[in-house]
């Protein structure tokens, strides 16, 4: 994600009748479990997201491979406060593990291993890693984000930025079912993933030189 802001309030008689505290461009994982967890923070912040999905994400084959490792568990759980939805909806899973050399390593039986003991709810973890549905989860993080006032505006796609000076509050077009619109905020985070809005728009692509692949594949049942 990225993040443009001022520091000082508005000009008065700046603001407008679509305005927020703060703009967030697209609304899966990273843009709703920022809105939520500044909301439970700070419950008068007014939130704007603009997603371009329409409607709830589809479940199950939404996305693949989604785990968590300890960081984004904690996260999850405690920033976020959704410790009840992951251990009623989603599958505990037993996080990083650990196997220590032993001779040639061939033999991974040999190898001293550490993680935690077993995939039990009643073990009491406090930071948990999980399997998770991402469609299931995004529709939560919409579900509590609303609840708590952000303004989530979905089949929405940004189309341009326009960013104030000195103390001008920054103005974000968008256009959806009834046209184009516009709102302006105080700050604007980017979250829009792969599509990279604010960092194109900025010009901050840089090359990396480390070339990184994943890849995946679904079984419709083992043999």
């Known amino acids: 994600m990225s993040a443009l802001g001022r520091s000082a309030s508005s000009k008065k008689g700046a603001a407008t009748a679509d305005r927020h505290d703060l703009a967030i461009l697209g609304g899966g994982l990273a843009g709703l479990t920022l809105a939520l967890q500044l909301k439970r923070a700070r419950p008068d912040t007014s939130i704007l997201v603009v997603e371009k999905r329409k409607g709830p994400a589809p479940l199950a084959t939404f996305k693949v491979g989604e785990s968590t490792l300890e960081i984004a568990g904690h996260y999850f759980c405690e920033a976020c406060g959704l410790r009840d939805h992951l251990d009623s909806e989603h599958l505990w899973k037993l996080g990083l593990r650990y196997y220590f050399p032993a001779g040639d390593n061939r033999d991974i039986a040999r190898r001293v291993e550490w993680g935690p003991p ?12 999980y399997q998770i549905d991402r469609g299931l989860f995004e529709n939560e993080l919409a579900e509590r984000c609303r609840a708590l006032g952000v303004d989530l505006r979905d089949g929405s796609t940004v189309e341009d930025v326009e960013l104030g000076d000195g103390d001008a509050d920054h103005t974000i077009t968008y256009s959806g079912d009834d046209g184009e619109a516009t709102a302006t905020a105080r700050w604007i985070v980017g979250a829009t993933g792969r599509a990279a809005f604010m960092k194109r728009k900025l010009g901050l692509t840089q090359d990396v030189e480390h070339t990184i692949n994943a890849a995946w594949l679904r079984l419709a049942r083992l043999a």
């Not at 077993?118 to 890693?129: G, Q, S, V």
């Open 118 to 129: 077993a995939p039990r709810r009643e073990i009491p973890f406090k930071i948990k890693t």
